[in-house]
């Protein structure tokens, strides 16, 4: 199973550095998606920068 990992940094305009803000993960492509669409307006009144990476879980299997 394929997870997505979304980390998200803020720009300090006093230290002019990017500082860690947040970290999010989401269990499917269209979670993922709907996020990133949902948050595009913010981009232009807030600096952020989103670092996306995936998480890769073992399936589970039930043995008995």
Known sequence: MTEWVVFRYRFNETTKCWEYDGVTIFGSDELLL?????????????????????????????TE
């Open 34 to 62: 709907n996020y990133l669409r949902s948050q595009a307006h913010v981009g232009s009144v807030l600096p952020y920068r989103y670092e996306i990476t995936t998480m890769l879980r073992p399936e589970r299997r039930d």
